[in-house]
């Protein structure tokens, strides 16, 4: 079965990093989109970066320049680079499965002084 398991996550100041990565198994990595979303408490999930098998990425504009996402074919592995991370970036990331409703279990991030 599908699994995607996130980690990758937790507390850094504001214009830190992180890199956040998802395993990926169950399925045909290589030929699947793959996208990186986020949930902010008492807000709806919202996309942050995608990224089809050919390399073709889509970033929110709100991430556009700070954050990228990248893929390893011959781990099964997804990442998500974040630089000058800011304390509105806090939020639970989700790893997703080309659109569909395969998500990862999230990993917080949280931007903080």
């Known amino acids: 079965q599908v699994q995607l398991v996130e980690s990758g996550g937790g507390l850094v100041q504001p214009g830190g990093s992180l890199t956040l990565s998802c395993a990926a198994s169950g399925f045909t990595f290589r030929l699947s989109a793959m996208g990186w979303y986020r949930q902010a408490p008492g807000k709806q999930r919202e996309l942050v970066a995608t990224m089809t098998p050919g390399g073709t990425t889509n970033y929110a504009d709100f991430v556009k320049g700070r954050f990228t996402i990248s893929r390893d074919n011959a781990k099964n592995t997804v990442y998500l680079q974040m630089n000058s991370l800011k304390p509105e970036d806090t939020a639970v990331y989700y790893c997703?499965?080309?659109?569909?409703?395969?998500w990862g279990q999230g990993t917080q991030v949280t931007v903080s002084s």
């Open positions: 997703n499965k080309g659109g569909t409703a395969y």
